[in-house]
């Protein structure tokens, strides 16, 4: 069922009760009331007869009148009956008089009741039926002194008739409710109608972008409501959904290319390849190279894709000054610089030892790549406001303002590479993928003295998350001034750790 129906149903299932709880309550009410009046009635018919007894005169002779049918024909000449209520006279047994008003029910013709009636000797009322309907009556008999034949005056009241008159008001008032409720209900659709309106749209807009691979399209919904704000978050989504497979898309086409290069060029090799020996072990030798770099290009994909997975790091403590120790030890096997550490963090890290390591010597690599023989490379450790920060340095020609950002994507490489050297760009995006695996980030500045500065920030303790164990302290938990990164001296004086490779 749509949304719109479930709306209007339920407000006509309420309306609808709420109607006829309070139709049923002012029905029974009214019915309530109704007996009330008539018992009243009864006894005040009873009331008046007995005032005018008292004082009841013959108009000719002024005398207290003596005959108790004269007494009561009297009384039925002065006393009109209201509506849907007659009076008659019954004299020793037998119906006699009644009213001049044409009644509205006859119970004086019923001689088996007048019989009944004739018995009462105490004011009595009750029920009775008639081929009207319900009667209530009262009978109250009447004695005069002087005369000995027994007198009964009767009041008779038509129940049913008054109690169709207040049925006929419910039933008016049940009209009316019927039709406030079809009203409401086509208000309520109409009103229900417009205010999902937008919800359709969104439901419809995404299921066009669904079925066709179209992601430019947007919702336009005007307002501040609810339902605009959904659109607006639709289309936010939607907006993260089209960046995402756009740079997705991108990626591809990069990661396609990249591979097809060396592909292209060992197909071309073979394609040449003679049958002299020393031709065949340079091709080999080529195509080797080629497949090697492929193989990097394959290895850094895979630990780019596993790094957007949980379980890429391993956590452990890692004494970051060993780290930062071992990696320089492992670098300089890359070339013939001046190798330095700049200083050490005697801290330990929840960290995974071998990422770190990897994001390092990616750091260390590009350096060395981008300078020369006698030229300055500095790895580097400090605890900076409760976080590690792991930095490498060159001498070299550093990174232009403009790309400092830049180099950090999947497949990007520097405007200004010089020498020529098979990098796929995508070592500095797994530098900033195991930094943010860390919970840190990664950026470069300039180095004192020139040269590009690279800067891993890693949180010190977020990776424990809330638990109460004790979180891994840094061993220098006091912390010196703080210092600028990479900005503590520029190394000139200090002496060089190792000149050789
Ligand atoms: N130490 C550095 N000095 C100057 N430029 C650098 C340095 N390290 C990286 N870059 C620039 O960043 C780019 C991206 O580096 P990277 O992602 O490692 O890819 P690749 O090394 O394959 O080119 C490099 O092409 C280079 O232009
Ligand atoms: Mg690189």
Redesign the pocket.
């Known amino acids: 069922m749509s949304a719109r129906a479930r709306i209007v149903g339920w407000m006509l299932a309420v309306v609808g009760l709420a109607l006829s709880v309070s139709i049923f309550a002012t029905w029974t009410i009214l019915l309530a009331r109704l007996d009330d009046r008539m018992s009243l009635e009864l006894s005040n018919e009873a009331e008046k007869l007995r005032r005018y007894a008292a004082s009841a005169r013959d108009p000719a002779t002024g005398h207290m009148v003596t005959d108790v049918e004269e007494l009561l024909t009297g009384y039925l000449a002065i006393n009109a009956p209201d509506r849907w209520e007659t009076f008659f006279s019954i004299i020793d047994g037998k119906a006699d008089r009644i009213t001049a008003i044409p009644p509205p029910v006859r119970l004086d013709t019923d001689d088996a009741l007048v019989a009944r009636l004739a018995r009462a000797t105490r004011p009595d009322d009750g029920e009775v039926e008639s081929a009207r309907g319900t009667v209530h009556y009262a009978v109250i008999p009447v004695t005069v002194r002087s005369d000995p034949r027994p007198g009964h005056f009767v009041v008779a009241i038509l129940y049913d008739r008054h109690r169709d008159e207040i049925a006929d008001a419910m039933r008016v008032l049940g009209i009316s409710a019927l039709a406030a409720l079809a009203l409401a209900g086509a208000a309520g659709w109409f009103v229900a109608g417009r205010v999902l309106a937008p919800v359709r749209l969104v439901s419809q807009t995404a299921e066009q972008i669904s079925d066709s691979t179209d992601l430019t399209r947007r919702l336009d919904v005007p307002g501040d409501d609810d339902v605009a704000a959904l659109a607006a978050t639709f289309n936010h989504m939607l907006d993260r959904l089209e960046h995402a497979f756009v740079v997705q898309r991108h990626f591809m086409d990069d990661a396609g290319h990249e591979l097809r290069t060396p592909i292209t060029v060992i197909r071309g090799h073979l394609e040449l390849m003679g049958d002299d020996p020393r031709d065949r072990a340079e091709t080999l030798a080529l195509v080797t190279d080629e497949l090697d770099r492929m193989n990097r290009i394959v290895e850094d994909l895979l630990t780019l894709a596993k790094a957007e997975q949980p379980g890429f790091l391993d956590l452990h403590d890692v004494e970051v000054a060993d780290l930062t120790v071992s990696v320089v030890a492992k670098a300089r096997a890359l070339g013939n610089r001046r190798w330095r550490v700049d200083e050490v963090a005697e801290a330990r890290v929840p960290a995974d030892r071998q990422r770190l390591t990897q994001a390092l010597m990616?750091?260390v690599?590009?350096?060395v790549?981008?300078?020369t023989d006698d030229d300055l490379i500095a790895v580097g450790s400090a605890v900076r406001d409760n976080r590690i920060e792991l930095w490498?340095r060159?001498s070299?020609?550093?990174?232009a303002p403009a790309?400092r950002e830049r180099?950090?994507g999947r497949f990007?490489?520097?405007?200004?590479?010089t020498v020529m050297?098979e990098?796929?760009?995508?070592?500095?995006?797994i530098?900033r993928s195991i930094a943010e695996a860390h919970g840190g980030s990664v950026r470069?500045t300039d180095a004192p003295g020139g040269?590009?500065c690279?800067v891993m920030n890693i949180p010190m303790w977020d990776l424990w998350g809330a638990s109460d164990e004790p979180r891994p302290r840094a061993l220098t938990a006091e912390m010196g001034p703080v210092r600028v990164a990479c900005g503590h001296g520029g190394g000139a004086g200090e002496p060089d750790l190792d000149r050789r490779g």
């Open positions: 990616q750091l690599a590009n350096a790549r981008h300078t490498v060159d070299g020609p550093g990174v790309e180099i950090f990007v490489r520097g405007a200004g590479r050297y990098g796929a760009g995508l070592g500095l995006a530098v470069v040269g590009a690279f």
